[in-house]
């Protein structure tokens, strides 16, 4: 769970970085570009405490990181570079994509609320693009939408966007030039803008996790997705990854922790946290007044909207979260298979295997039995349905972690820490004991088919 640093994130770590002698020169000189921090690794990196600039409780990006920067004369420098990258979806699986920094999706970019933020953005895709700050109020020519707000950046070329952090909030960013192609290879990223002061309806919390909902179309076997799916996607992430990749959520025993989560698929996800209660205090829109809140155990997230939810971490255990669409957790499926739920394959498999030797007897009794099998499957994919807990199969993929929580799992400490010691006498068991007799209402003798009457549409209306 740790970020290897590079000579130049220990230099932003130290405050060491070169600073530029003012805005005319940051823009007109190569020179004063501050030094773009890579990332290669998918772990989750622990919390970048702020070394310089105003202080803040910082975030916890899932399988992420936070973009360092430099102080300039007052302004917090960014550099952000669009570039293809491979990203490690889980063990094994790794896909060909368009992000920032090298990973997709991009590292978090955390300010203070008030900061004048400078965010150099350098273009090493084959293609022009730009960046939209997603929920940001700013000047029109920042926004990033290429074409009204903005000339495209040229392949090659480095922007600057400028502005200053006005609200404090969970935000995104992401292109605003060829958006269906970017969007669909992985170019985006959270921004989180920490209120100057105490505010009155942002609460001081443990621990502040965040991480995007994204989704690709990457078939068996490929490793580039799909940019023109529009809706039957088969790789469900969170910040590009999919179950049991997914790294989990490790608190302490009644920590007050807080989870932001934003959505750039194509379609809404109702996340759902076992155990707990939650409540959603903050949207697209900012901190929601206390008075407008209740409590929940799922929140939906429609497209493009942020929601950050928050909880006392007071059942100890762990505890699932995940995505509440069934199909979205699980990996790489074919859509288009038929339901052989009770059909009788008896006398048919050895004539079918005849022909196609290879052949298995699945899903007339459902699909648990997948998630089981260690059956070969295509290179460069998942299995279905995966992960082993204490007690087997979890039968899961795509959109779900877990949830822990320990009473000695100390403060600022995220490390996993491995399967919860059920107390004795609290897990499900066997009833050995007898059954009592099943009593079901009597079939009815009348087999008389129900009467159905069409109702087709006439010249004139509708007519029986």
């Not at 998918?42 to 409780?57: D, F, I, K």
């Not at 060829?178 to 209120?195: F, I, K, L, S």
């Not at 030797?357 to 299995?383: F, H, K, S, V, W």
Request: hydrophobic share 35%.
């Amino acid at each position: 769970m740790t970020n290897t640093p590079t000579n130049s994130r220990r230099q932003f770590f130290a405050g060491a970085a070169a600073s530029v002698a003012g805005l005319a020169v940051a823009r007109s000189a190569l020179a004063g570009l501050p030094e773009p921090v890579i990332q290669t690794s998918v772990e989750t990196a622990p919390p970048l405490v702020p070394q310089t600039g105003r202080p803040y409780n910082p975030v916890v990006t899932l399988n992420g990181w936070t973009l360092p920067w430099r102080m300039n004369n007052g302004v917090k420098e960014f550099h952000l570079v669009a570039e293809p990258v491979v990203r490690e979806v889980s063990p094994g699986f790794k896909v060909n994509m368009w992000g920032y920094n090298g990973q997709s999706p991009g590292p978090t970019i955390e300010v203070v609320e008030g900061d004048r933020v400078r965010i150099f953005v350098t273009n090493k895709l084959p293609e022009h693009t730009t960046i939209h700050w997603h929920g940001q109020r700013l000047p029109s020519g920042m926004d990033g939408v290429g074409g009204l707000n903005q000339r495209a950046i040229p392949v090659g070329k480095t922007y600057v966007y400028e502005f200053e952090a006005r609200r404090p909030g969970t935000f995104m960013y992401h292109p605003h030039a060829d958006e269906m192609v970017q969007m669909a290879m992985g170019m985006m990223g959270m921004w989180v803008t920490h209120p100057k002061a105490k505010h009155p309806h942002i609460s001081e919390v443990d621990r502040d996790f965040c991480f995007l909902l994204n989704a690709f179309d990457v078939e068996p076997g490929s490793k580039t997705p799909k940019v023109n799916t529009m809706t039957d996607f088969n790789i469900w992430c969170w910040n590009s990854r999919v179950f049991p990749a997914i790294d989990t959520l490790n608190v302490r025993l009644n920590d007050r922790v807080r989870i932001r989560v934003g959505n750039l698929t194509m379609t809404n996800h109702p996340i759902h946290l076992h155990g707990h209660e939650f409540l959603v205090t903050g949207t697209d829109g900012g901190p929601t007044p206390p008075s407008t809140r209740w409590y929940e155990v799922t929140t939906d997230v429609a497209v493009g909207q942020m929601r950050q939810i928050e909880l006392i971490a007071d059942e100890e255990g762990d505890w699932a979260m995940h995505c509440h669409k069934s199909h979205h957790t699980m990996n790489a499926m074919g859509h288009d298979v038929p339901t052989m739920i009770g059909v009788d394959h008896r006398g048919l498999v050895k004539k079918i295997q005849k022909v196609a030797p290879d052949y298995m007897l699945m899903g007339e009794r459902g699909m648990a039995d997948m998630g089981e099998m260690q059956m070969p499957i295509p290179d460069n994919t998942a299995p279905m349905m995966t992960g082993t807990g204490q007690f087997g199969p979890l039968e899961m993929g795509g959109m779900f972690t877990v949830f822990k929580v320990r009473k000695d799992q100390k403060p600022g400490d995220y490390k996993d820490p491995g399967p919860y010691k059920f107390p004795e006498g609290t897990v499900a068991y066997e009833w050995n004991g007898a059954l009592p007799p099943t009593t079901r209402p009597a079939a009815s003798a009348d087999t008389t088919p129900a009467a159905a009457t069409a109702i087709k549409p006439t010249a004139k209306g509708m007519s029986h």
